[in-house]
């Protein structure tokens, strides 16, 4: 029988107003059923300042819309890159943190958003 906090003897705990229902992580970021949605393995430390590692696992989806600010899958020339996405008066870029420059996004440059991240599984803690 599992606790359920508010089935108690006695005087009932007033942290009972605070106990939340379990966290189902498969519903919320890791649902791999659905087609549009795969894991992709980081290599490189490009968005260390976004809090991606090298070895992450994120969790992207190729049915989102890209919008400012998100993390994407591109495809630049004949490599993948994980990127972040902003937008500038001037169009959209695709900016990786560290010194890389930005790369903007538009018909004459060899650049196609792939799929955007929707969560982040790390196993070396």
């Known amino acids: 029988m599992a606790y359920q906090g508010d089935r108690t003897t006695g005087f009932a705990s007033p942290a009972a107003d605070n ?4 966290i189902d992580l498969m519903a919320a970021a890791l649902d791999l059923r ?3 949605r795969y894991p992709v393995r980081v290599e490189g430390d490009a968005l260390v300042g976004r809090g991606i590692k090298h070895g992450d ?5 190729s049915a989102l819309a890209p919008r400012a600010g998100v993390v994407v899958i591109a495809s630049v020339g004949d490599e993948l890159r994980v990127c972040e996405l902003t937008q500038r008066p001037d169009g959209w870029w695709l900016r990786p943190s560290g010194a890389t420059e930005p ?3 538009d018909d004459d440059t060899d650049v196609s958003i792939w799929a955007v991240a929707t969560g982040l599984v790390r196993t070396d803690v």
């Open 57 to 61: 696992i994120l969790v992207v989806d």
């Open 103 to 105: 790369l903007q996004v």
């Open 34 to 36: 659905q087609p549009s």
């Open 19 to 22: 106990i939340e229902g379990t």
